[in-house]
């Protein structure tokens, strides 16, 4: 059975830094993409970035460009998102996203075939 587990979430003040992880077991992700998505109150789930199975290749949505950081250690199966620079507006639950078949980063929902259950950051003011 995958799992996809998600830790590093919680209460931070706006300017601060959390550093989210995603432990997956049942199989290994070393050759496919991995990905963060989130999803605020309210809110459709929207990609955050994704990382090429190497790690060499990264994709990022516009509004986390230079705060937020993908990567991945392949030996452990588990990627990363360093989040700096914090707003009340990245406020939502950060889910964790395998592929099974693709290489390459991408920032569509429909390319991730397993999910964790997230984790809540929540941004104060």
């Known amino acids: 059975q995958v799992q996809l587990v998600e830790s590093g979430g919680g209460l931070v003040q706006a300017g601060g830094s959390l550093r989210l992880a995603c432990a997956a077991s049942g199989r290994t992700f070393r050759s496919n993409a991995m990905g963060w998505f989130r999803q605020a109150p309210g809110k459709e789930r929207e990609f955050v970035a994704a990382?090429?199975?190497?790690?060499?290749?990264?994709y990022y949505a516009e509004f986390v460009k230079g705060r937020f950081t993908i990567s991945r250690d392949n030996a452990q199966n588990t990627v990363y998102l360093q989040m700096n620079s914090l707003k009340p507006e990245d406020t939502a639950v950060y889910y964790c996203?395998?592929?099974?078949?693709?290489?390459?980063?991408?920032?569509?929902?429909?390319?991730?075939?397993?999910w964790g259950q997230g984790t809540q950051v929540t941004v104060s003011s």
């Open positions: 996203a395998g592929s099974q078949s693709n290489r390459f980063a991408s920032g569509s929902s429909a390319a991730y075939d397993y």
């Open positions: 990382l090429s199975w190497s790690g060499s290749g990264t």
